[in-house]
């Protein structure tokens, strides 16, 4: 099934192998992706009037706002961006470009549109790619030999010395280039290569410019002048086995072979009707306007964003950008600010507000052992490939979600985020000695947690030992 086709108890269903908890937002987010779906199924006399609800979610840090936003995204193969609201207030009143978050947005739906084309190409991409290689083994018509002829054709006709490369000698060293058995070979191919040029320092508002500058230089190629800036592509011989040689010009080809016209295009559709923009930290720039300090530049921000948000155009280097059917979810811990603070007009853009719940130690547990990409399997996964093998007793993991909810309650409570501290001061000193432990089993139960952390559960000053 497409994922757009996904009804809304199967988005939750999806959004809970990653997440724990939060229905409310996660029920939302269902809902606005479904509407999108349901808005190309009506009229063009009606869609066009259909615009998204978009969301606020309030709640604490570290309890999921960000990963859900994040994961609907990916769900939907739609180009997602997220920026911090309080990045626009940093330089003078205004602080960088709020049009900027739109520019993202376009340059992220044309990286996604291009390496769905270049996978699609990938067949096509690989086979020149093969041919680019006997070329450089010394296949090639009156190319002469390459630096890893020698040892190919000699493997497969059996001799010390190779004769003349023929059509039939080509095809002999394609089906070991397909076996793997050249993989390690030596050869020296042409790829392209990119030089960041060095441009000089631009003003806030002005990093689009910066870009331009930089493709210009690119697209003029191997120009001397351009070289001596550091810019342009260029065409540099490596030697590297033939699997890596294999990998790069099947990029290199799969790039040649997209057509960029139709990438943009759909670029810009998709980010026009399925692009998803989360602004983090919108409590930071809550303020009425009118006031002084800091406050005339939270509220400039305000009506900066205000018509990005309701509905207008953005230029781009890729072309002009409609925002108005955009997806806008923002949030925000509001612990000394309430939604309220916003100005009228902004949250009347924001009509759907979900608040999201404070972790409990139930919910740590389930983080820890349920979603695909836990932090215990990352951890084992990661000292597997030291050969150690780590196993994680049912007690150990709730002790560590024990320790975590009561550091959470001394300290700031940060969520979720707490984990990472525990488990890394945890299974440190496994880290550090994990290549003398090669071939070793480590069980950590809840003796072995309590032993490693009993500093940490019992010591007030908890910042000294975690954040």
Known sequence: M??????????????????????????????????????????????????????????PTGVGKTEIARRLA??????????????FTEVGYVGRDVDSMIRDLVEAAVKLVKEEEMEKLRARAREAAEERV??????????????????????????GEPEAPTGTSRERTRTQLRAGTLDDDPVEVEVTEKATPVMPVMAPGMEDMAQ???EMMSSLGNNPIVNMLGGGAKKRKRKVPVKEALELLTQEEAARLVDMERVVRDALDRAQNAGIVFIDEIDKIAGREGGHGPDVSRGGVQRDLLPIVEGS???????AVKTDHILFIAAGAFHVTKVSDLIPELQGRFPIRVELD????????????????SLVKQYVALLATEGVDVQFRDDAIEEMARI???????????????????????????????????????????????ERLAGIAEDEDLSRYIL
């Not at 997440?19 to 349901?38: C, D, E, F, M, S």
């Not at 990916?74 to 990045?87: C, I, M, R, Y």
């Not at 972790?359 to 979603?371: F, G, H, N, S």
């Not at 940060?414 to 990472?420: D, F, N, Q, S, V």
């Open 74 to 87: 990916k769900l939907a193969g739609a180009p997602f961006v997220k920026v911090e609201a309080s990045k």
């Open 404 to 450: 975590a909810a009561e550091v959470n309650e001394r300290m700031e409570n940060i969520g979720a985020r707490r984990l990472y501290t525990v488990i890394e001061r945890l299974l440190d000193p496994v880290s550090f000695d994990a290549p003398e432990l090669r071939g070793q089993r480590i069980v950590v139960d809840a003796a072995y947690v309590r």
């Open 134 to 159: 006997l070329d450089a083994l010394g296949h090639g018509s009156g190319s002469g030999f390459g630096v890893g002829f020698r040892s190919a054709v000699s493997r497969v006709r059996g001799e």
């Open 313 to 319: 155009n953005v230029n781009t280097k890729y072309g």
């Open 2 to 59: 497409k994922p757009q086709d996904l009804v809304p108890k199967e988005i939750v269903a999806e959004l809970d192998r990653h997440v724990v908890g939060q229905a409310a937002a996660k029920r939302a987010v269902a809902i606005a992706l479904r509407n999108r779906w349901r808005r190309q199924k009506v009229g063009p006399e009606l869609r066009d009037e259909i615009l998204p609800k978009n969301i606020v979610m309030i709640g």
């Open 212 to 214: 331009g500058l930089q």
């Open 358 to 373: 404070p972790l409990t130690r139930d919910d740590l547990v389930r983080i820890l052992k349920e979603p695909r990409s």
